[in-house]
């Protein structure tokens, strides 16, 4: 399968992606829906992504973290407990010339060691139907990897019930085919 950025300075490079049974990489459609919402979108200030430090967690080949770069995002932590996917990310991060303003995890998503720094957006995109959201977002609390008010774009199949502990807040769901596009608030 072969992804592009969608716009912005990297707009039209191409992404290395993994051959796995087992990705499921955030389509093109899904992708422009999500980061038309966070661009436009009535909830948020123009520029939002401008010189933010984000979160992409199940990050299979990295289009959602690169997208945000290509965005003008500041950096990107690349969260995920495939190396495999890692050395993807790590290869278009170089293709990109991005490997200064990329930062990568190889852990479970659900035992996140304490963080180093505290972040204002993260995308979290597992397998659907594994239950591996409420983990995530647990561990994401626990560890301090939010800021306050910190928006949490999570992609889920639209037939999962998300549930989310305390702390987050809905604050938007679209439905886009077979994705279930859901925005969480974080306050601790």
């Known amino acids: 399968m072969t992804m592009h950025i969608i716009t912005g300075k990297h707009r039209g490079a191409r992404l290395e992606t ?29 520029n939002y992504l401008e010189g933010l430090d984000i979160l992409d967690i199940f ?77 995530c977002l647990t561990s994401l609390a626990k560890g301090g990897w939010l800021n306050q008010n910190a928006l949490i774009c999570v992609e889920v199949s639209k037939t999962e019930d998300l549930v989310f502990p305390q702390g987050y807040v809905l604050d938007d769901e679209r439905h886009y085919g077979r994705t279930k596009l859901v925005f969480l608030r974080y306050s601790s």
Do not use: W
């Open 18 to 46: 993994l051959d796995s049974k087992q990705l499921r990489p955030t389509m093109g459609k899904v992708r422009e829906a999500l980061f038309n919402i966070l661009c436009h979108g009535p909830m948020l200030a123009p």
């Open 59 to 135: 990050c299979g080949c990295g289009s959602l973290g690169f997208e945000a770069l290509s965005r003008g995002a500041k950096s990107v932590t690349f969260i995920d407990r495939s190396r495999e996917a890692l050395d993807i990310v790590k290869k278009n991060a170089k293709h990109l010339r991005e490997e200064e303003t990329c930062q990568f995890v190889c852990t479970d998503s659900s035992r996140l060691p304490s963080a180093k720094q505290a972040y204002h957006l993260a995308f979290i995109d597992a397998p659907y139907d594994q239950k591996l959201t409420l983990p």
